[in-house]
């Protein structure tokens, strides 16, 4: 039996690490919240029982190792996780006779700030609790957090990054591709926080609310954990809200938290209790994972049972069809609910779920409805072959950890939507006035079907007017938008096709190799097309057999007749012709890395994401770095040189 525990431990750590790093590192989600907390307890309570904890253990384990593209610090005090209740009557008892704060334990990514004389000094991640990751340069540019504040002395202060729902929805809109969308705001915060380039984390909207005052040079809070509250909130901090409570008062401020997150804007898992009385708290000491001078308290995910209908296949712009699950109607949470997103194939498949099959269904964090568990899990729920939109073929596709559904027809109706989405985008045609609704609308009416249809849409113009969200002056500054896209450049119009992996550096590159002739370039052969450096077979295939489509090439030739290709002229001495870089860690000459990227490429060169046998050198300023792109430069005699080292030798 103790055998049987100890393997069941070993699996366990593994599938809890591995959904746990999805989920934070690669913003994918192979099981539910629910799953998860399932499992974790039962790991929790072999090991109390067995007396086996692994050293790679969940359980022991605080937060991941920081990522090799940020400079790395150890933090003086670490950071350690807090014990978790369900209980609102253990929260109760942990209080005794003592006075607490209660606030919100926010679902972002901590962040430790330190200001010296009365500046901003230093902004780092939480990491893995002992070292996290240098972030002073996206700190600066979060929405609220103070430059400089009426302390001279030094002051060290740690709170939560967060992107609020109402951001995140607004960032996810902007998004054309279903399956780039972010999975949530948690994800979509941490990857904007721990960007390279900090104008990415600007245009985030990223918030910073301050939950503990580790230390004020020369301050004396009286003992009082409210007053340090107060004084972060005097020195311009947004705090975490939160409540003084007593064993008297707690159950209805838990009442009051628990009614405010049904419309709270900012993402919050749960709540956190910390004793008022500073001293009393640090003189608890700490397990070897918790310090006792604190609790968190996660909400009782409220569980219904019901009948699964139908699962519902959703399709998206680009061929990915998502699965929905369709149930008896139940009352979660203080709304009605009948629908859950069931994510993708692994997951259907994990849940055994069969039309009919009794589930039980939660909100996570209070929100968003999933599925729990399948009480029957008869596994009868078969993978549509036929696109519910078009009827073409589907593929089952493995990204990344997860297995998803895709239409492969090319003539899908919902793929066209995407077709015409890219070709009026900002780096194609760039006509602005025409949203992937408002494309959606035209092509159901029948007002476009190829791309020269768009630069002809006065027919309709009485028609579109009466739309709903049009008018005369919106269908002024359309038709105006179109008229000025019809001076473009053929790198554009390259892009703007939508062949496949032809990206904006692959179509400038292509138009570069063939001197701007579009005819040498619907005409080249697999073979020649193959020995251009960064393309290889398979982009020279995709590109060869586009030109190869009778259908393609008639649609191009309709849409010259309405283009002017403006001259592109080459800038610069091509010194660098046909040679490959990799760009990694932070500039100090250059603003960010696509600005030395644009350097490179001016000049004939190209920038790629990982180093090979064909990179010329590796440009990173810490060329001491242990980082995953070092160890490959050295494994294959990749020079590594500085980013002053590169500009002497190749920009001069």
């Given at each position: 039996?103790?055998?049987?525990?100890?393997?069941?431990?070993?699996?366990?750590?593994?599938?809890?690490?591995?959904?746990?790093?999805?989920?934070?590192?690669?913003?994918?989600?192979?099981?539910?919240?629910?799953?998860?907390?399932?499992?974790?307890?039962?790991?929790?309570?072999?090991?109390?029982?067995?007396?086996?904890?692994?050293?790679?253990?969940?359980?022991?384990?605080?937060?991941?190792?920081?990522?090799?593209?940020?400079?790395?610090?150890?933090?003086?005090?670490?950071?350690?996780?807090?014990?978790?209740?369900?209980?609102?009557?253990?929260?109760?008892?942990?209080?005794?006779?003592?006075?607490?704060?209660?606030?919100?334990?926010?679902?972002?990514?901590?962040?430790?700030?330190?200001?010296?004389?009365?500046?901003?000094?230093?902004?780092?991640?939480?990491?893995?609790?002992?070292?996290?990751?240098?972030?002073?340069?996206?700190?600066?540019?979060?929405?609220?957090?103070?430059?400089?504040?009426?302390?001279?002395?030094?002051?060290?202060?740690?709170?939560?990054?967060?992107?609020?729902?109402?951001?995140?929805?607004?960032?996810?809109?902007?998004?054309?591709?279903?399956?780039?969308?972010?999975?949530?705001?948690?994800?979509?915060?941490?990857?904007?926080?721990?960007?390279?380039?900090?104008?990415?984390?600007?245009?985030?909207?990223?918030?910073?609310?301050?939950?503990?005052?580790?230390?004020?040079?020369?301050?004396?809070?009286?003992?009082?954990?409210?007053?340090?509250?107060?004084?972060?909130?005097?020195?311009?901090?947004?705090?975490?809200?939160?409540?003084?409570?007593?064993?008297?008062?707690?159950?209805?401020?838990?009442?009051?938290?628990?009614?405010?997150?049904?419309?709270?804007?900012?993402?919050?898992?749960?709540?956190?209790?910390?004793?008022?009385?500073?001293?009393?708290?640090?003189?608890?000491?700490?397990?070897?994972?918790?310090?006792?001078?604190?609790?968190?308290?996660?909400?009782?995910?409220?569980?219904?049972?019901?009948?699964?209908?139908?699962?519902?296949?959703?399709?998206?712009?680009?061929?990915?069809?998502?699965?929905?699950?369709?149930?008896?109607?139940?009352?979660?949470?203080?709304?009605?609910?009948?629908?859950?997103?069931?994510?993708?194939?692994?997951?259907?498949?994990?849940?055994?779920?069969?039309?009919?099959?009794r589930i039980t269904v939660y909100k996570a964090n209070m929100i968003i409805p999933q599925i729990a568990e399948n009480l029957t899990q008869?596994?009868?729920?078969?993978?549509?072959?036929?696109?519910?939109?078009?009827?073409?073929?589907?593929?089952?596709?493995?990204?990344?950890?997860?297995?998803?559904?895709?239409?492969?027809?090319?003539?899908?109706?919902?793929?066209?939507?995407?077709?015409?989405?890219?070709?009026?985008?900002?780096?194609?045609?760039?006509?602005?006035?025409?949203?992937?609704?408002?494309?959606?609308?035209?092509?159901?009416?029948?007002?476009?079907?190829?791309?020269?249809?768009?630069?002809?849409?006065?027919?309709?113009?009485?028609?579109?007017?009466?739309?709903?969200?049009?008018?005369?002056?919106?269908?002024?500054?359309?038709?105006?938008?179109?008229?000025?896209?019809?001076?473009?450049?053929?790198?554009?119009?390259?892009?703007?096709?939508?062949?496949?992996?032809?990206?904006?550096?692959?179509?400038?590159?292509?138009?570069?190799?063939?001197?701007?002739?579009?005819?040498?370039?619907?005409?080249?052969?697999?073979?020649?097309?193959?020995?251009?450096?960064?393309?290889?077979?398979?982009?020279?295939?995709?590109?060869?057999?586009?030109?190869?489509?009778?259908?393609?090439?008639?649609?191009?030739?309709?849409?010259?007749?309405?283009?002017?290709?403006?001259?592109?002229?080459?800038?610069?001495?091509?010194?660098?012709?046909?040679?490959?870089?990799?760009?990694?860690?932070?500039?100090?000459?250059?603003?960010?890395?696509?600005?030395?990227?644009?350097?490179?490429?001016?000049?004939?060169?190209?920038?790629?994401?990982?180093?090979?046998g064909k990179t010329v050198c590796l440009i990173n300023n810490d060329i001491t770095s242990t980082s995953g792109k070092n160890k490959k430069?050295?494994?294959?005699?990749?020079?590594?040189?500085?980013?002053?080292?590169?500009?002497?030798?190749?920009?001069?």
């Amino acid at each position: 039996m103790r055998q049987e525990s100890a393997d069941r431990i070993k699996e366990l750590v593994e599938l809890l690490n591995r959904a746990a790093e999805s989920y934070y590192a690669k913003d994918t989600e192979i099981m539910s919240n629910y799953e998860y907390d399932k499992l974790y307890d039962e790991l929790e309570q072999l090991e109390q029982e067995t007396g086996v904890v692994l050293a790679n253990s969940p359980t022991v384990k605080v937060g991941y190792e920081a990522v090799d593209e940020l400079p790395k610090e150890r933090h003086e005090q670490p950071m350690l996780s807090l014990g978790k209740t369900k209980s609102r009557e253990e929260l109760r008892d942990w209080v005794q006779e003592k006075s607490a704060l209660l606030s919100w334990k926010l679902d972002g990514l901590t962040i430790v700030l330190s200001y010296h004389e009365g500046k901003l000094a230093k902004a780092v991640t939480r990491g893995n609790g002992e070292v996290g990751e240098v972030i002073t340069n996206n700190a600066r540019v979060f929405k609220n957090i103070p430059m400089s504040i009426p302390f001279e002395g030094d002051l060290v202060l740690r709170g939560e990054a967060v992107i609020t729902y109402s951001d995140f929805e607004k960032i996810n809109a902007e998004i054309v591709e279903e399956e780039a969308k972010y999975k949530n705001p948690r994800n979509l915060c941490s990857g904007s926080v721990r960007q390279l380039n900090s104008e990415i984390t600007a245009k985030r909207n990223v918030r910073f609310y301050a939950f503990n005052l580790v230390s004020a040079q020369g301050m004396d809070f009286e003992n009082s954990k409210k007053k340090q509250f107060d004084f972060l909130a005097e020195m311009g901090f947004d705090v975490v809200e939160y409540k003084e409570v007593n064993k008297d008062t707690i159950l209805e401020a838990i009442d009051y938290f628990a009614k405010a997150i049904e419309t709270y804007d900012i993402p919050s898992d749960g709540l956190v209790l910390t004793y008022e009385d500073i001293a009393y708290g640090q003189s608890l000491g700490r397990t070897a994972k918790f310090p006792r001078h604190s609790i968190a308290f996660k909400w009782a995910d409220e569980i219904r049972e019901t009948t699964l209908k139908e699962i519902e296949w959703s399709p998206s712009r680009t061929g990915l069809i998502n699965p929905v699950a369709i149930f008896e109607p139940i009352e979660l949470e203080g709304t009605t609910v009948s629908r859950a997103s069931v994510h993708n194939i692994s997951i259907l498949k994990g849940l055994k779920l069969g039309i009919g099959d009794r589930i039980t269904v939660y909100k996570a964090n209070m929100i968003i409805p999933q599925i729990a568990e399948n009480l029957t899990q008869s596994d009868s729920v078969e993978i549509p072959e036929q696109c519910p939109v078009c009827g073409g073929n589907t593929q089952i596709k493995q990204i990344g950890d997860a297995k998803m559904l895709y239409c492969i027809n090319p003539q899908c109706e919902v793929k066209k939507i995407k077709a015409f989405t890219l070709f009026v985008s900002r780096d194609a045609l760039n006509m602005d006035g025409l949203s992937e609704a408002t494309l959606e609308k035209f092509i159901a009416k029948g007002y476009i079907h190829k791309y020269a249809d768009l630069f002809h849409l006065e027919r309709f113009k009485d028609e579109i007017v009466r739309m709903e969200g049009f008018g005369e002056k919106s269908y002024k500054n359309l038709s105006d938008s179109i008229e000025k896209a019809r001076n473009t450049t053929l790198p554009r119009l390259l892009y703007g096709l939508g062949i496949a992996n032809i990206g904006v550096a692959n179509a400038k590159m292509l138009c570069k190799y063939f001197h701007f002739d579009l005819e040498k370039m619907r005409h080249a052969d697999v073979e020649e097309l193959s020995q251009i450096d960064g393309v290889g077979e398979i982009i020279a295939t995709a590109f060869y057999e586009y030109f190869q489509d009778t259908t393609n090439n008639e649609q191009l030739d309709a849409l010259l007749k309405e283009l002017y290709l403006e001259e592109v002229k080459e800038e610069g001495e091509q010194n660098l012709a046909g040679k490959a870089f990799v760009i990694t860690g932070s500039l100090n000459h250059f603003p960010n890395r696509d600005a030395l990227k644009e350097e490179i490429e001016k000049r004939g060169g190209k920038v790629t994401g990982s180093v090979t046998g064909k990179t010329v050198c590796l440009i990173n300023n810490d060329i001491t770095s242990t980082s995953g792109k070092n160890k490959k430069a050295k494994e294959l005699n990749v020079p590594i040189v500085s980013e002053e080292e590169f500009m002497n030798q190749y920009l001069e």
